[in-house]
């Protein structure tokens, strides 16, 4: 049986250059007729959709989250800081609560934002993580998201030491950056990729509320820990911070650290958005995610011993 779960929320063309040489000589040298020049068809730029009004209401109100957001200091880049200290000890707590707890009671008919326990999951074949855009996206704009998941991927699997790369023909994470009109439309998409999701399920992301920035939905074997794929859709209509953070979050989300906590500092698993990007503690914890002396489908007894072991080799002793 394949399990499908929510993991977490996010709230509150080419240049053809010809080259010409110049030579002389003493006497004539015979005229040459020059081969005619292949012609270069560039592929066409995608056309982008004109914006709905549901779409451009959304951009401006993310707008205006994030310059309100900013404005109070939070959606920090630094990573922490001399502010943000953490011990061992916070770094095994944090952890055992971000990767061995469920942020959502699910049901077949309802999903409740309540803290449950659970068991440690993870990948054990490479990530495949298929980029997505609806039309509603520039090209210009493609280009620099994919950059960016590209760039980010290739530090998540320097971190875990897991096989982890953008694959446009083989995916089995699916990420979708897409308008309020098109994500509405993703029923289809999204069961076909994810079979074992609920109507409940479904509606979380096409009826998605406008407190939820950004989410991700990881299926796992039964009650294995192993993760078999994963589908995140992250709003089209966030300004550039707002949407780097949400790439952040839900595809680390979806590595394995599904839960958010209020102790978790410096950390983006914590509602209180005070950091938008991977922070050095979040680092650590894929470390200890993907450590081999972890398994997946770990309950929290069989983990803490293990856990709290390797947190203190990662701060370097004792604290």
């Not at 959606?75 to 061992?88: A, N």
């Not at 089995?172 to 999701?197: C, H, K, Q, T």
């Not at 950091?275 to 997946?296: G, K, V």
């Not at 007894?301 to 293990?306: C, G, M, N, S, V």
Request: aromatic share 6%.
């Amino acid at each position: 049986m394949v399990q499908a779960r929510p993991l977490g929320r996010k709230r509150a063309g080419g240049l053809l250059a010809a080259l010409a040489l110049m030579g002389c000589a003493e006497a004539p040298l015979p005229q040459v007729k020059p081969a005619p020049r292949p012609v270069v068809m560039a592929e066409p730029a995608p056309v982008v959709a004109p914006e709905t009004p549901a779409s451009a209401a959304a951009r401006a109100y993310y707008a205006e989250v994030q310059r309100g957001l900013l404005g109070q200091g939070l959606l920090r880049t630094d990573g922490g800081g001399p502010d943000t200290p953490y011990t061992d000890r916070m770094l095994a707590d944090n952890f055992i609560r971000v990767a061995l707890y469920d942020e959502y009671d699910r049901s077949a008919t309802s999903t409740v934002q309540r803290q449950t326990t659970s068991a440690l999951r993870r990948w054990q074949q490479p990530v495949r993580v298929g980029l997505r855009f609806g039309d509603s996206v520039s090209e210009q704009t493609r280009a620099t998201d994919t950059a960016r998941v590209g760039s980010y991927l290739q530090r998540l699997q320097g971190l875990t030491g897991h096989p982890i790369r953008l694959d446009d023909n083989r995916p089995n994470f699916w990420v979708y950056i897409v308008s309020e009109d098109e994500r509405a439309a993703l029923g289809p998409v999204l069961r076909a990729a994810m079979p074992s999701l609920t109507a409940n399920d479904v509606s979380g992301i096409t009826a998605m509320q406008r407190s939820t920035y950004c989410i991700v939905y990881a299926q796992s074997a039964g009650s294995s820990g192993v993760y078999t794929g994963a589908f995140a859709v992250i709003r089209a209509e966030h300004p550039d911070l707002l949407r780097l953070s949400c790439i952040h979050e839900e595809i680390a989300q979806g590595l394995g650290l599904p839960n958010d906590s209020p102790k978790a500092r410096p950390s983006i698993f914590n509602d209180d958005e005070e950091f938008a990007l991977l922070t050095t503690q979040d680092e650590m914890m894929l470390r200890i995610l993907y450590n081999p002396a972890l398994r997946p489908g770990m309950t929290e007894p069989e983990a803490r011993p293990i856990v709290e072991t390797l947190a203190r080799r990662l701060m370097g002793g004792e604290s």
